[in-house]
Nanobody, 127 residues
Framework: QVQVAESGGGLVQAGGSLRLSCAASGRTFSSYYMGWFRQAPGKEREFVASISWNGGSTYYADSVKGRFTIARDNVKNTVYLQMNSLKPEDTAVYYC????????????????????WGQGTQVTVSS
């Protein structure tokens, strides 16, 4: 069982930056594939970025490519999402998710491919 908790959300002006953190429990965190998703009001939850168990593979949605960076620190059991050049359309609740299968490195972007979810953190970008 893995528990994840997001932090770092807030209000920022367009063009600004935020760094989200996702702290995970469990001694096997370093073997889990991790992802970030977001859900804007009235819209479906969508994939943002993901990272393999050792950080060797990362994937991004086209809408954030070049602006967002996902990274992990397996010593601290934490995954990060650095968000730069933020736009009003990035406003959403951001969720961290973990896949239970260990040592996976493929591209996972579907909600049902992840097993554990956090409660989310609100990111609001003003114009």
């Amino acid at each position: 069982q893995v528990q994840v908790a997001e932090s770092g959300g807030g209000l920022v002006q367009a063009g600004g930056s935020l760094r989200l953190s996702c702290a995970a429990s469990g001694r096997t965190f370093s073997s889990y594939y991790m992802g970030w998703f977001r859900q804007a009001p009235g819209k479906e939850r969508e994939f943002v970025a993901s990272i393999s168990w050792n950080g060797g593979s990362t994937y991004y949605a086209d809408s954030v490519k070049g602006r967002f960076t996902i990274a992990r620190d397996n010593v601290k059991n934490t995954v990060y999402l650095q968000m730069n050049s933020l736009k009003p359309e990035d406003t959403a609740v951001y969720y961290c998710a973990a896949k239970g299968a260990k040592y996976y490195s493929g591209y996972l972007y579907r909600i049902n491919e992840y097993d554990y979810w956090g409660q989310g953190t609100q990111v609001t970008v003003s114009s």
